[in-house]
């Protein structure tokens, strides 16, 4: 398995522009997380799936972040409109659910200028 | 919000001493598990420890998990250069059929050769 995969690695956007970032998770995995890492506030949990339904979006930062999972290898987290304050490396991971360790995708650098 | 608090926020030693690294955390838990990070990469795992473990090993690391404190720790013996990298704590919550991982804010090793 090529691990969990994420697209595209860098994105550089303007303030206002909407942007979609996309997770292929692990075949057979059926919990996906989205997080989002900065200096300021390190690892934040964004939200989470379960068998493709989402279970906590809780971390989700405003009515401009959406998050979805139409089927078990694909989900989309989008950011419209965007701003500066945005910036940060978002990451995808998968694993088998309950008890079952972390597969990390090599995340999403987004710059919003 | 974060679970997790580790100490310290950053480590230096030579290469051959041991590193020691602890994560504190607010609620019930139902594993614990440690992650490095590289520069620029996601995130490994290291090793999972259950809340009803006290010590677990795996090649030259030691987990110790003191449930009535909400403290964990991380030994590296004989740490090695390569082994420069940040380390994160996260903690499980099961809730339904699925877990929610929460990591903490890291500690970053640097091993001098």
Known sequence: DAGVIQSPRHEVTEMGQEVTLRCKPISGHNSLFWYRQTMMRGLELLIYFNNNVPIDDSGMPEDRFSAKMPNASFSTLKIQPSEPRD??????????????????????????V | SQQGEEDPQALSIQEGENATMNCSYKTSINNLQWYRQNSGRGLVHLILIRSN???????????????SKKSSSLLITASRAADTASYFCATEFWGGNTGKLIFGQGTTLQVKP
């Open chain 1, 87 to 112: 910036s940060a490396v978002y990451f995808c991971a998968s694993s088998l659910g309950q008890g079952g360790k972390a597969f990390f995708g090599q995340g999403t650098r987004l710059t919003v």
């Open chain 2, 53 to 67: 473990e006290r010590e677990k090993h795996s090649g030259r690391l030691r987990v110790t998990l003191d449930t």
